[in-house]
């Protein structure tokens, strides 16, 4: 066959060849869906990680989305991909601990309500409240001594500690102070809240682990200490509670 002639007998095949090309399916490219899942989390939490760290050290308004993005060694477009808005960013920062504390917290008091029934004390109560969230900065590592000092801060914030603490803790807060009226029961609502209020300020500044407790004592109390903190919280919370809740007639 000369070569005019063979060219012109390929052209047939060639045309079916294009032809089933153009039906099939294309190519996938890239990684697989579930590689991109894993690797798209792992992106998000080592944004959520560095800005967890950066806000624990130096408060929402110290850091930019630029120095978490470069904390964090991406883009700072991913970020904003990933979280939007500085505000939004923060928010998912305080919310993927706060579940774990709440769920454990909850879980914990509803536990020891149950197991003890009307045996129930206001140091058993608070020991189950309290123990998740000291546990956690005792064996959580970095990241929930990070949250726990992020939290402090909120809890002393004016512009938006009282609705960032509201929207993530109240629950929890409320389902305590809901056992502690059964412990309690002739204690006046707003004791009870202001009770707990003197509370969440000793719990949050506590687990900041601010140091200032070290140098006050000149070393004879550490801040650090937490297994020492949660203990003598347990106690001064229970007879702060009983102090504040008392009848008038009780009272001293």
Known sequence: MSKPDAAIAARPVAAARRKA???????????????????????????LDAAEDLFSKHGFYGVTIREVAREAGVDTALVHYYFGAKRDLFDAVFLRRAEVWNSERVDAVNRYAEQAGSDMTLEGLLDAFLRPPFEWSLKGGPGWKHYAA???????????????????????????????????????????????????????????????????????????????????????AAAGFRAVCATRGDRP
């Open 21 to 47: 090309a153009a039906g099939a399916a294309p190519a996938r490219r890239g990684r697989p869906p579930k590689a991109q899942a894993k690797a798209a989390g792992e992106t998000r939490d080592l944004i």
């Open 150 to 236: 992020l939290v402090a801060q909120a809890n002393a914030n004016p512009t938006f500690g009282g609705e960032t603490m509201a929207r993530y803790f109240d629950p929890a807060v409320r389902r305590l102070i809901e056992l502690i009226r059964q412990v309690l029961p002739g204690a006046r609502e707003v004791d009870l809240y202001w009770a707990y209020h003197n509370l969440s300020g000793a719990l949050t500044l506590t687990l900041g682990e601010t140091g200032r407790l070290d140098r006050l004592s000149n070393g004879l109390c550490r801040s650090g200490d937490l297994e020492s903190a949660g203990d003598y919280m347990v106690r001064f």
